[in-house]
């Protein structure tokens, strides 16, 4: 194909293209992604990634620096300024040294409908949405977003099952945007958070009169609320059994009646639901309608935990780091050594439970650099880490000293004296260190 041609097509995808050479920099994007981002090629061309991420800057994220950071594919999900859902796969090319010289990212709106009217950046560029944003870098992950994604085009009951906080909801959330339906509700019901007296009221809506304390109009159910929308039914293990007959008829025949209703409501929905249980199991118990199982599990989509993809550990950290330090207006960074450390831990509680460990991390930490003694991550104060290595963990001891030694002598001289080295040899320790630390903080605060 001639040069003119590739610009054509390259021009007339339906994908976006963004391609960034390996130290991040912009070198062009096709003009799908033009008309995606609302931001024009000339616009990005020759700037760097680490400086339009960021708060008041155009991107919320951006898969090209995870795929720097981590030297392989990423899959990363954003919403623009323009508060568009973008599905973004950053993919490097190494060049004969095994550096990355490229990064081809192929970006899919999952914003399908196309906005008529011209998007004033200015607004909307302070409308980042952030918290909702799906990383991964797994090919385990990956599969199962491209499964959801091409779910999504249809109107299929989806079952999500997965342990506990392993984003199963962030991925309804996810299958909701990217379908037809994206403009009508998404209704989230926690089938174990609702009282099993209320549950079948606030799902299916009552009549007036219909028992003591109702509203004497009545009220429509949270199924009527999503009325062409998707409801998603989160533990749907602890439905009662007997409206799990009810939802099969909603299922079925699109149709229920209120509670104390003698007319059948029609609604029209799409149902995702999702369990950390085994649901095979409680149909065998009799816990289970057989029948609404195998409704249910016509697409079932299993997350895995986040111990068998380890991979994503590192960039969920970076992910969840940038999160807080945006929220907590904070500039704090994990040591790389505690990063790998943190790879090889249970993970019992998934990604909420790093989520979780990264934010107290963030807000509890006195300084900008996140060490092993400063974090004090349950479950690993004492455990040796497998796979870290003795000489990282030597020398990230070794570091910690230091650093805790400058605070404490101030001066080389002391600091030499108290350990025990030369001046010299302190004068150099620290200051690799300090200039690390340093550097990373720039690195950051660039972003
Ligand atoms: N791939 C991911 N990238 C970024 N954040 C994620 C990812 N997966 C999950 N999270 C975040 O981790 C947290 C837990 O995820 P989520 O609530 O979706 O889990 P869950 O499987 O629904 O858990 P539960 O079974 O307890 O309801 C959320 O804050 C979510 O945004
Ligand atoms: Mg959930």
Known sequence: MDKRLLEIVFDNLYNGIYVVDGKGVTIGVNRTFEEMSGFTNEELAGRSLYDLVGKDNYFSGSASILVIERKCPVTATYSTSTNRKLLVKGRPVFDAQGDIEYIINTIWDLTVVQYSQPIDADTARNQLLREDDLVTSSEKMMAVIDLALRVAATDSTILLTGESGVGKSLLAKTVHRSSERKLKPLIQINCAAIPEALIEAELFGYEGGSFTGADSKGKPGLLEVAEGGTVFLDEISELPLHLQSKILGVIQDKEFFRVGGRTMQQV???????TNKNLADLVNDGKF???????LNVVPISLPPLRERREDIPMLIQHFTDKYNR????YKKFAESLINQMVGMAWK????????VVERSIVTTAGNYITRDKAQIPGMEKAIPSGVGLKDML?????EILLQ???????????????????????????TINDGIHMDRDEIMHR
């Open 405 to 431: 030694a400058q605070e404490q002598y101030q001066t080389t001289r002391r600091i030499a004296a108290a350990l025990g080295i030369s001046q010299a040899s302190a004068a150099r320790k620290l200051k």
């Open 327 to 330: 929220k907590y207006n904070s």
């Open 395 to 399: 020398a990230e001891r070794e570091q």
């Open 268 to 274: 029209d929905v799409r149902l995702i639901t999702a």
């Open 349 to 356: 509680g998934n990604i909420r439970e790093l989520e979780n």
């Open 289 to 295: 309608r057989e029948d609404l199982y195998y409704r």
